[in-house]
């Protein structure tokens, strides 16, 4: 079955730190993966995708994201993390399993990162 | 920018009450979602619509029914609202079924229901 895992619940890093907010996956074929952040009380905001080329992606806010194949991770990642990045973080994977699906995506439960002063 | 406005931001209804959620996108989006939220959950799909008229159940379709008449227009309908049934309340849209599509998502509807 395909999966997304994102195994924290919540991330803590100082301002100014670098962050990494992470991924995993399971799919059949070949995987699109999604970032998206929400902040409090809002909907969610597309941060950045992969499709195809490069394994680092690089997305919205200054943040990026590594495809990894072989360990099955796209993992988000930041090199300076500010006070305002705190938010809500999905990972997601297009379901490619069945045609007429394609339209889903499959959604992680989220990770909440929370980023001190 | 892609535009999708969701009709309210708070709602507090009644048990057994009918309830309708309306979500308007102003992109000419083909297919439309309705997800609900809740701590620990993620995000559940609950329909979607891939074009005027049509639709699909998502992972927990029950309880709930949808309307789309027009192409911009996707409504989620509780036809007998119950407690746990309260829920953050997201809709979202894409251009096309591509794979590469992007989600666009409204602001939520956060629905009480005593």
């Known amino acids: 079955a395909q999966s997304v895992a994102q195994p924290e619940d919540q991330v803590n890093v100082a301002e100014g730190n670098p962050l990494t907010v992470k991924c995993t996956y399971s799919v059949s074929g070949n995987p699109y993966l999604f970032w998206y952040v929400q902040y409090p009380n809002r909907g969610l905001q597309f941060l950045l995708k992969y499709i195809t080329g490069d394994n680092l992606v690089k997305g919205s806010y200054g943040f990026e994201a590594e495809f990894n194949k072989s360990q099955t991770s796209f993992h988000l990642k930041k090199p300076s993390a500010l006070v305002s990045d705190s938010a809500l973080y999905f990972c997601?994977?297009?379901?490619?399993?069945?045609?007429?699906?394609?339209?889903?995506?499959?959604w992680g439960l989220g990770t909440s990162l929370a980023v001190n002063p | 920018d892609v535009k999708v406005t969701q009709s309210s931001r708070y709602l507090v209804k009644r048990t057994g009450e009918k309830v309708f959620l309306e979500c308007v996108q102003d992109?000419?989006?083909?297919?439309m979602f309705w997800y609900r939220q809740d701590p620990g959950l993620g995000l559940r799909l609950i329909y979607f619509?891939?074009?005027?008229?049509?639709?699909e159940k998502g992972d927990i379709p029950e309880g709930y029914s949808v309307s789309r008449e027009k192409k911009e227009r996707f409504s989620l309908i509780l036809e007998s609202a119950s407690t746990n049934q309260t829920s953050m309340y997201l809709c979202?849209?894409?251009?096309?079924?591509?794979?590469?599509?992007?989600?666009?998502f409204g602001p939520g509807t956060r629905l009480l229901v005593l």
């Open positions: 979202a849209s894409t251009r096309t079924s591509g794979y590469q599509e992007t989600q666009y």
């Open positions: 997601a994977v297009r379901d490619t399993a069945n045609a007429g699906n394609n339209r889903k995506l499959i």
């Open positions: 619509s891939y074009d005027v008229k049509m639709k």
């Open positions: 992109m000419d989006h083909e297919n």
